[in-house]
């Protein structure tokens, strides 16, 4: 039987089905209500219904979107952005986009990006989200924020490319050198990216690689891609340019 039958009959009776807090209401942190368990956004949506608490705050400063983030749980990040829960939050609060990011959920942070999140809110201690996609190596976050995402805003002075330096990840280097990141870029210790890669490493190897002038093709796709900002994805597709021109400025 489905969901939407369940919803006509109305909320379980009292003790029936109390084998377990909702899935949902644990992710989000919510505490459960009398009528209100179960394992489906339904349920988490009738919740928030009765008690209003899309918004409320624990002592560690995090919020139920926060918490839905952090799992993954995309049903549970929808039905709260539903029933009013803030998407971008104080700086001093706990950050949904730059938790779903570090955990590698992606379809929570696209939902996010989709209810107009600023990409590039940089949080203290963590930076902005394509940083911390960076510091953790989420190779699939790392790749949608750059479509949107200013290729050189990290924490502070480092850049996202000083932080993928410390790390192992080959792809998300050449992942921002593609997009353009700046290679000679120095950080507030005055270091760059390649003075941060592991000796003899791949990483050093991708960077020094990067070394050299880039190619034409690649200033003219950079060049094309700043004139249009941020819509350019969408832009370019309207343009109705040959498939391959088409492919090559939005790196498919």
Known sequence: MDGTNEVQRGPKRKGQGNSGKSQLLATAGMPPAPGTWGRRPWELRSHCWHTQSVNGVTVHGATPLFNACRSGSAACVHVLLEFGAKAQLEAHLASPIHEAVKRGHRECMEILLANNVNIDQEVPQLGTPL??????????????????????????????????????????????????????????????????????????????????????????????????????????????????????????
Do not use: M, W
């Open 131 to 252: 940083y911390v996609a960076c510091t953790y190596q989420r190779v699939d976050c790392v790749k949608k924020l750059l479509e949107l995402a200013s290729v050189d805003r990290g924490q502070s002075l480092d850049t996202p490319l000083h932080a993928a330096a410390r790390q192992s990840s080959v792809e998300v280097v050449h992942l921002l050198a593609d997009y353009g990141a700046p290679l000679k870029c120095r950080n507030a210790e005055g270091k760059s990216a390649l003075d941060l890669a592991a000796p003899k490493s791949g990483v050093e190897q991708a960077l020094l690689l990067r070394e050299g002038p880039p190619a034409l093709s690649q200033l003219c796709r950079l060049c094309v891609r700043k004139c249009l900002g941020r819509a350019c994805r969408q832009t370019i597709r309207e343009l109705h340019l040959p498939e391959l021109l088409e492919r090559f400025l939005l790196y498919r």
